[in-house]
């Protein structure tokens, strides 16, 4: 059975660019995948707790899920990377906040990449040790970061390109709604387009 793993991570609500996106997407997955479960995580609403030291000082001795599960201070770390384990498609909707990607999944981030779970490091170095699995990443702005009449720099994309092939998810489609703010009508029936044109979804 497919799971579907969604991130929401706009503190906008249902007025959420982004999660309007990422409804689409669920939606034309759902159609495809009938019987598929879909877990829904609102990072906007509940955050993940910032790394502790306890964290820093366990994760390089306690780098299996048998033996972090002892461990108090991996306990959301370990949650988090089984949740995203459980998936076979990941649905990311998130706004671009000061040309990166929102504190909120900086904090999911920081805990689910994590030293010798989800990742190896050698001397060629960084290995990802989670298995690929297709990830549709939903971004709305509120201007342009693309192309030659981007008015701003992107550090999100190239960030979200990297950490996750860090830790072996390279399987990535974007679905950018610029410039949101200025047309949101217009660009949003013109990205929720390009969902509903993606092969993937037919």
């Not at 689409?24 to 030291?53: C, K």
């Not at 108090?72 to 988090?80: I, K, R, T, V």
């Not at 001397?123 to 009449?149: H, N, T």
Request: aromatic fraction near 6%.
């Amino acid at each position: 059975m497919t799971t579907i793993l969604r991130l929401d991570c706009s503190p906008s609500g249902e007025a959420s660019f982004s999660r309007k996106l990422g409804d689409e997407a669920m939606t034309l997955l759902l159609a495809r995948h009938p019987s598929a479960t879909a877990v829904t995580r609102n990072l906007a609403d509940n955050p993940p707790s910032p790394v502790t030291v306890g964290f820093t000082q366990h994760m390089r001795t306690h780098q299996t899920a048998e033996l972090a599960a002892a461990v108090p201070a991996l306990a959301e770390s370990e949650a988090l990377i089984a949740e995203l384990e459980a998936s076979d498609v990941l649905v990311l909707a998130t706004p671009m906040h000061n040309f990166t990607v929102p504190a909120v999944l900086k904090l999911w981030l920081d805990q689910i990449v994590r030293f010798g779970r989800t990742f190896q490091s050698t001397p060629d170095g960084k290995i990802g040790l989670l298995a690929d699995r297709p990830c549709y990443i939903c971004i709305a702005s509120g201007s342009l970061f693309s192309g030659e009449a981007a008015r701003q720099p992107d550090h999100l994309t190239p960030y979200l390109t990297a950490i996750l092939s860090c830790i072996g998810l390279r399987d990535l489609t974007y679905f950018q709604a610029e410039a949101a703010g200025r047309d949101p009508e217009a660009v949003m029936a013109r990205t929720l387009a390009e969902i509903r044109n993606k092969s993937v979804f037919k």
